[in-house]
């Protein structure tokens, strides 16, 4: 089972960006431990991959981890607080009315 954490951090970089252990914590909206937590979790169960850059810890969500990304970013789990795609509200036409 994957936790509400690890939800929000595969639903945050479904787009392919690499991230870093603040942009986790970040994203998990969590503290330092729980979001440590979330990361390994993901790692573990094949979600995301270390990405080598010089000094930095980055990472990058794999194929899986990304379709299972945006899958929670299309489908918008109200139980885990992840909001999906938020499309903006159609355009609204106003009448004006002017008395001359």
Sequence with gaps: ???DEAKRVLHAFWDGR???FGMVQEA???DPRRARIALEQATRLGYVVRVPFEAADL???TVTGRDLGQHLADTAS???GIS???LPPPAEKHE???NV
């Design 96 to 98: 004006m009315s002017i």
């Design 1 to 3: 089972m994957v936790t």
């Design 59 to 61: 990472y990058r969500l």
């Design 18 to 20: 690499r991230f870093n």
């Design 78 to 80: 109200a139980h885990t």
């Design 84 to 86: 999906g795609m938020n």
């Design 28 to 30: 998990a909206a969590s």
